[in-house]
C-alpha cells in the first residue's frame, strides 16, 4: 500500500483540510482524460491525460483528490427529475425538523454543475444575501469542488449568523465503497465526504452536526447533514442520528486505509472486466450498443474498460451544450436524444441509474423498437420489460 509523503520526490501532497503530508493512495486510475472536457470531433487527437488518484488523508480521514492540473470546461447539464426530487424530500425533511424559517436570510453555495435549492424554498420568502450573514447556508455539492477545504469552510463558517444553520447536501464516499462507484473520481472534484470525516472537520472550527439525513439517490449514497454554531441555541449536542450514521460507516471501514483500497481497487477491477465482456459478447450476437448519460464520471469507466466507438457507437445526453461533442478519450459522439431513438439500437448503456425511471418514460421509443436498458452502474444490468 503505497503512502505519501513530502520526502518522496514523486509528489508535494498535502491533505487539503490539515496541510499535512501524510496520506495513502487508496484508489489509483492511472492517466485518464480530463472529466469535464468534451471535445469536437475536429479537436486534436490524442486528448491530453493526467493522472489520477484519491488519497485518505490520515489526519483528517477526508478521500480527496490527488491533484488536478486540469482547468475545468464546464458544460451545463440538464437537471435531472431525479435531482429536482432529492432537493423536494431534503427541503421538507429541513422543515420537518425546523431547520428553515420563513422570511430568513439565506446564502446558496450551489455545485458549478448547476442544480440549487432556489425553487424548493421559494414559498418560504427568504432574502437571499451574497455578503454579510446569513440565518440559512445551503450547500448542494458545492464545497467539494474547492481545492482548499478549510478555507471554503471557513468562508461558510464566516457567513453564517451566530443562531443560523448549515445544511450540507453530500454524494457520501461510503456509499462510493460500499457500492463500488469508483467511477465517482473525477477531476474538480477535490475532496468526497464520508459522515465521520465531515463532522470531524465541522467540529475543528466550531460547529456541531444538529441532524442527518440519507436518501436512495446515487445508490443510496446522499445525505443532508445540518450543523450549527457550538453553544448557540441550536448547537448543544451531537443529534442521535449523526452519531447513528458514523458508527454505521465506520464499521464499514472508512476510516481505514487498507479497507479502503482493497474493497475500491478490488470494484475497478470487477468492473472495467464485466463491461469488457459485455461489450464483446454483445459484438459476437451482433447487437448495435449505444449510450445514455454523458456525465463526467462516464470518462473514467470508458477509459479504464478502453471502450472506443467501435464498442459504443454513441452516447445521448439531455444537455444541448453537449450535442455535436465527443467523449474524451474514446471520442465517442455525444448526441440528442431523439437521435438515439433513431438509431434504433439494441442495448442502451445507461452510465447514471439514477435516470433509468425518467428515461424509460421520456424515450419510450428504444423499448418500442425492441432495444434494452443497461445500468452501468459500474457493472452492467439488463432491465427487462
Given amino acids: 500500500m503505497r503512502s505519501l509523503h513530502t520526502s518522496e520526490p514523486e509528489t508535494s501532497w498535502r491533505d487539503r483540510w490539515s496541510g499535512q503530508a501524510d496520506g495513502t493512495v487508496v484508489l489509483d486510475l ?10 469536437h470531433p475536429t479537436d486534436t487527437l490524442p486528448d491530453p491525460r493526467y493522472p489520477m488518484r484519491m488519497v485518505f488523508a490520515h489526519g483528517s480521514g477526508l478521500l480527496q483528490l490527488e491533484a488536478d492540473p486540469t482547468t475545468p470546461e464546464e458544460v451545463m447539464g440538464v437537471e435531472p427529475a ?39 424554498l421559494e414559498p418560504f420568502h427568504l432574502t ?29 463558517l464566516d457567513a453564517l449568523a451566530d443562531d443560523g444553520v448549515m445544511l450540507f447536501m453530500i454524494h457520501n464516499a461510503s456509499a462510493i465503497v460500499r457500492e463500488g462507484m469508483w467511477n465517482a473520481l473525477k477531476n474538480g472534484h477535490f475532496a468526497y ?7 470531524r472537520m465541522a467540529h475543528e472550527i466550531g460547529l456541531v452536526a444538529i441532524g442527518a439525513w440519507s436518501y436512495p439517490l446515487y445508490n443510496n449514497g446522499t445525505t443532508m447533514l445540518a450543523f450549527a454554531r457550538r453553544g448557540s441555541s441550536r448547537g448543544g ?45 454483445a459484438a459476437s450476437l451482433g447487437l448495435t450498443v449505444a449510450g445514455y448519460g454523458a456525465a463526467s464520471r462516464t470518462a473514467a469507466l470508458l477509459s479504464s474498460a478502453n471502450v472506443t466507438s467501435d464498442d459504443i457507437v454513441m452516447i445521448a445526453d439531455a444537455s444541448t451544450a453537449k450535442h455535436g461533442r465527443t467523449m474524451p478519450g474514446s471520442r465517442i459522439p455525444i ?48 432491465i427487462r420489460a
Fill in 335 to 382: 448526441v440528442s436524444p431523439e437521435d438515439l431513438v433513431a438509431a434504433r439500437p439494441d442495448r442502451v448503456l445507461l452510465f447514471v441509474s439514477d435516470l433509468l425511471p425518467e428515461v424509460r418514460n421520456s424515450l419510450p421509443g428504444i423499448e418500442a423498437n425492441g432495444g434494452t436498458w443497461v445500468i452501468v452502474d459500474p457493472r452492467p444490468t439488463e
Fill in 193 to 199: 465526504y464520508t459522515t465521520p470525516s465531515l463532522v
Fill in 237 to 281: 449536542e451531537q443529534a442521535p442520528s449523526v452519531t447513528e450514521l458514523i458508527a454505521e460507516e465506520t464499521a464499514i471501514g472508512v476510516l481505514d486505509p487498507e479497507r479502503l483500497q482493497t474493497s475500491l481497487h478490488t470494484s475497478m477491477v470487477d468492473s472495467v472486466s464485466a463491461i469488457r465482456e459485455y461489450l464483446e459478447q
Fill in 128 to 156: 437571499e444575501v451574497t455578503d454579510g450573514t446569513a440565518d440559512l447556508i445551503v450547500d448542494v455539492h458545492g464545497m467539494m469542488h474547492a481545492a482548499d477545504q478549510q478555507a471554503a469552510f471557513r468562508e461558510r
Fill in 82 to 120: 431525479a435531482l429536482v426530487h432529492q432537493a423536494e424530500l431534503c427541503v421538507a425533511d429541513a422543515t420537518a425538523a425546523g431547520l428553515i424559517r420563513p422570511g430568513s436570510r439565506v446564502l446558496h453555495y450551489p455545485s458549478p454543475h448547476g442544480g440549487s435549492w432556489r425553487p424548493q
Fill in 30 to 39: 492511472g492517466d485518464q482524460p480530463a472529466s469535464d472536457y468534451f471535445p
